[in-house]
């Protein structure tokens, strides 16, 4: 990692196309990339992460490899915008390599079909963001790591979908330290 590549994750990334929020009731957004209903004929809990670096994303992939330990019931999935080489050596360091699969989705176009697109300067910078940093950090012991490829300023969110490819949750993180609440998810699902 360069000091070129941090800085690069401080530019805005080109803007896309993002589609609205998926509506609880509504089918889900379904790609190659993120084929739904899922194969496999169970529910699916997907989160889309921040930038492989970020303390939040960190946390909420470790909440998500918990709850995928806990309910085998339920297929869970990240999706990560950094690129391939990025996120792999991102899950190695925070020790998820083998728990949840990652979809990599560099161009972010399954984020804009989800409605995640570019957040704001205060979505990132705002005092209380700033101050969980720290707490998570003195807390937890997680920490900014090296930020390779990806954006700061993309939105993350999550989703539960029923195995018939049915939207039955949906959280869009409003500011960068917002995580979900996976419980939720479940119990959207009836799990």
Request: proline share 8%; hydrophobic share 35%; with cysteine.
């Amino acid at each position: 990692m360069t000091v070129q590549q941090e800085l690069a994750s401080w530019m805005s990334p080109p803007a896309l196309n993002v589609s609205p929020v998926p509506e609880i009731g509504s089918e889900a957004p379904s790609s190659s990339a993120l084929p739904l209903p899922n194969p496999n004929n169970k529910p699916t809990i997907v989160t889309f992460l921040r930038h492989c670096g970020c303390p939040f994303a960190e946390k909420t992939f470790k909440d998500l490899c918990a709850f995928a330990d806990k309910h085998p019931e339920v297929n869970f999935t990240a999706v990560s915008h950094s690129d391939q080489a990025s996120t792999d050596h991102w899950l190695e360091s925070v020790g998820g390599k083998d728990s949840v699969p990652v979809i990599v989705d560099h161009e972010r176009a399954t984020y804009a079909r989800w409605g995640l697109g570019i957040s704001s300067a205060w979505h990132i910078l705002s005092p209380w963001a700033l101050y969980n940093v720290y707490k998570l950090g003195t807390e937890e012991g997680i920490w900014n790591r090296p930020t390779e490829t990806g954006s700061r300023w993309q939105e993350a969110g999550s989703a539960a979908i029923d195995k018939d490819g049915i939207v039955r949750w949906v959280h869009k993180s409003k500011t960068a330290d917002e995580r979900p609440d996976f419980s939720e998810a479940l119990n959207a699902l009836g799990v």
